[in-house]
């Protein structure tokens, strides 16, 4: 049995990620590319065969991580915004 994917770490804030894809095109399609390079790397480091050289998937976990720093820097402002719109 295969571990979870350790690159979904957004899956807590699922509620936030679909206002936020409705409201903020730029967002959506930043979010649909690093749900693909996620689920893309995790399938790369659990195939079973031939190995991916390290530079490949080195340079897929920078990119990932890229776009998670993205994702989080827009997770937080809306999560402000909702607090002082509650204020």
Do not use: H
């Not at 530079?55 to 993205?70: K, P």
């Amino acid at each position: 049995m295969k571990s979870q994917n350790k690159y979904r770490k957004f899956q807590l804030q699922q509620k936030n990620i679909e206002a936020l894809e409705k409201e903020n095109t730029r967002f959506k399609r930043v979010y649909s590319e690093y749900e693909n390079m996620s689920d893309e790397l995790w399938n790369l480091e659990n195939k079973e065969g031939e190995p991916i050289p390290d530079d490949f998937i080195n340079a897929m976990v920078m990119q990932t991580s890229y776009l998670e720093e993205e994702i989080e820097d827009w997770l937080i402002q809306f999560n402000q915004n909702k607090t002082e719109i509650k204020s």
